[in-house]
């Protein structure tokens, strides 16, 4: 699997990383550490998880898993932000929770230090120089390496960007959001300034709880998927959100560019996101073996600028004022 940088930042990461997110959830450890295993053989060598994930389960079945392998082998994301206990500072980005999340992570990870941390969402009650000024002493005490921003507006990510820049901190290497097929607002705002401040983008959902795989029709969701059992607030992927005329016209391109180049819909969807200027890597999750199999197979070729044209058209959403009205004055 190819290695690339995160932005204009030093750090080595695969194009693929793998998300935790199911491990001690819908993913028991053996199975787990059974799709950590085929990962890295296959070349991957950076896993995404986050203490909020499974109240920490995630963190402790990737910690068990990597003390049997070289540390130095493997890079490791993780996020704060959600709850793992109670108490008045137990969520957000404050210093009081991140100097105990960092340390409760490094516990579960069962590691001296974090290759990627990241704030897994902005903290609206939290200045944004204590955080930035958080990071800056874990990075200087060597608990963490880089730090990076997730699920943030384009102002809040500039906004980073410029505050430690201008107070000589660490600097943000990484934006985890949403980006897909069917989720092309990052398009707008957030992937072009993260190209131009060279901030690497790592893609969350990239197949978007399943709806990229192909396997829904407009009749009805697929037996079992995840959006069956999705609710109103949990998974934003649930079937009314996405049921509609867009959607259908995205997926029948997408199978029909997969019947072209001889692979499944998921890995054409992969491979989109691998195409697109300014990404560095989607996030793939998978709750077996099999599934990791499968996306697996979206590295070692390349969409060619026809099918990528296609998906694009089939997917395109016309920007809200005032991206539209700038764009289309510059023609």
């Given amino acids: 699997m190819e290695q690339t940088t995160l932005g204009r930042h030093g750090l080595r990461v695969s194009r693929l990383w793998l998300g935790a997110m199911t491990f001690g959830r819908e993913t028991d450890e053996a199975e787990s550490r059974r799709i950590l295993d085929r990962f890295v053989d296959a070349g991957g060598t ?10 920490g389960a995630s963190e402790e079945i990737v910690g068990r898993w990597l003390a049997g392998r070289p540390r130095h082998e493997v890079v490791i994301a993780t996020k704060a932000w ?13 210093r009081a929770h991140l100097h105990e999340a960092v ?48 699920n943030v507006t384009g102002w809040q990510l500039q ?9 000589g901190w660490v600097g943000i290497a990484s934006l985890q959001a949403l980006y897909n097929l069917l989720d092309r607002e990052l398009e707008w705002e957030l992937l072009p300034a993260a190209r131009n401040e060279g901030v690497g983008v ?27 059992g999705a609710d109103a607030w949990s998974w934003t992927e649930r079937w009314d959100n996405y049921a509609h005329e867009r959607t259908w016209r995205v997926l029948d391109a997408l199978r029909a560019v997969a019947d072209d180049v001889g692979r ?14 300014g990404v560095t890597a989607p996030i793939v999750g ?17 969409l060619d600028d026809e099918h990528v044209a296609r998906l694009d058209e089939a997917g395109a959403v016309t920007p809200p004022y005032p991206y539209q009205m700038i764009a289309d004055l510059q023609r």
């Fill in 202 to 228: 790592v893609v969350w959902s990239p197949l978007r709880g399943g709806w990229l795989t192909g396997k829904h029709r407009p009749d009805g969701p697929a037996e079992g998927s995840r959006v069956v």
């Fill in 103 to 150: 340390d409760a992570s490094l516990r579960r990870l069962g590691t001296d230090y974090i290759d990627l941390y990241q704030a897994h969402l902005w903290d609206e009650h939290t200045p944004l120089e204590e955080t930035l000024g958080t990071f800056e002493a874990l990075v200087t005490a060597g608990k963490v390496r880089y730090v990076g921003l997730s």
């Fill in 264 to 277: 499944t819909p998921a890995q054409v969807a992969l491979a989109w996101l691998l195409r697109r200027p």
């Fill in 286 to 302: 998978a709750r077996t073996v099999a599934q990791l199999e499968e996306n697996l197979g979206a590295v070692g070729w390349t």
């Fill in 46 to 55: 950076t896993v995404d998880t986050a203490d909020g994930y499974g109240a």
């Fill in 82 to 94: 959600f709850p793992t206990r109670q108490g008045p500072n137990a969520s957000g980005l404050s």
């Fill in 159 to 167: 906004r980073a960007v410029d505050l430690a820049r201008e107070r």
